[in-house]
């Protein structure tokens, strides 16, 4: 059984389309996150997610709405794509909030053409 | 601010060698948490360990160990006897507590490439 799933593996689009990128973990957590990593591997976190409350708005452009239905799932959702969001996009789950080991995805691929 | 800081970009070794993956942190609380976390090539990230502020007691498990001095505020990562298998990119991270929330900032990554 997968732990942290995401949807899709990789996204090809183009510039000025909307897209989502959907996150499941089965590990019965309370907090979840989104995180790009760039060409260059460098870590950087987006968004955490507490229980379905926002808790981590890092500098993103608003272009990047992350939306939880439920404290197993957590979605993220851009408009508006641009090149420079080309980019592998991880989801990641812990016990809660806290000084917890972060559990990732597999990560998704976009890429924008 | 909280920052972690791996200075090396890449390491390369032979098959068998030993080698030290550095970090180093910084933060102003006194209450945090550092990692190691693996990326192998095939792209996920995968836990290795967690260690407290306030257990400086060093931890073996199998040919991985680590060496967390505050004095000098580094969390190093020996691997012991590589094996091609061990290559991958390898971050530490550092999660403390400014004002209550836990953001985590992890460090650059260092590629270990191991040879046969």
């Known amino acids: 059984d997968t732990a942290v799933s995401q949807t899709p593996k990789y996204l090809v689009t183009q510039m000025g389309n909307d897209k989502s990128i959907k996150c499941e973990q089965n590990l019965g957590h309370d907090t979840m996150y989104w995180y790009k990593q760039d060409s260059k591997k460098f870590l950087k976190i987006m968004f955490s997610y507490n229980n379905k409350e926002l808790i981590i708005n890092e500098t993103v452009p608003n272009r990047f709405s992350p939306k939880s239905p439920d404290k197993a799932h957590l979605n993220l959702h851009i408009n508006s794509l641009e090149l420079g969001d080309s980019a592998v996009y991880f989801c990641?789950?812990?016990?809660?909030?806290?000084?917890?080991?972060?559990?990732f995805g597999p990560g998704t691929r976009l890429t924008v053409t | 601010a909280q920052k972690v800081t791996q200075a090396q970009t890449e390491i390369s070794v032979v098959e068998k060698e030993d080698v030290t993956l550095d970090c180093v942190y910084e933060?102003?609380?006194?209450?945090?948490?550092l990692f190691w976390y693996k990326q192998p090539p095939s792209g996920e990230l995968v836990f290795l360990i967690r260690?407290?502020?306030?257990?400086?007691q060093n931890e073996i498990s199998g040919r991985y160990s680590w060496n967390f001095q505050k004095s000098t505020s580094s969390f190093n990562f020996t691997i012991t006897a590589s094996q091609v298998v061990d290559s991958a990119v390898y971050f530490c991270a550092l999660k403390s507590v400014p004002g209550g929330s836990y953001i985590p900032t992890f460090g650059r990554g260092t590629s270990l490439i191991v040879h046969p």
């Open positions: 933060t102003r609380d006194t209450t945090y948490y």
């Open positions: 990641a789950s812990s016990l809660a909030t806290g000084g917890y080991e972060q559990y």
């Open positions: 260690r407290n502020s306030f257990d400086e």
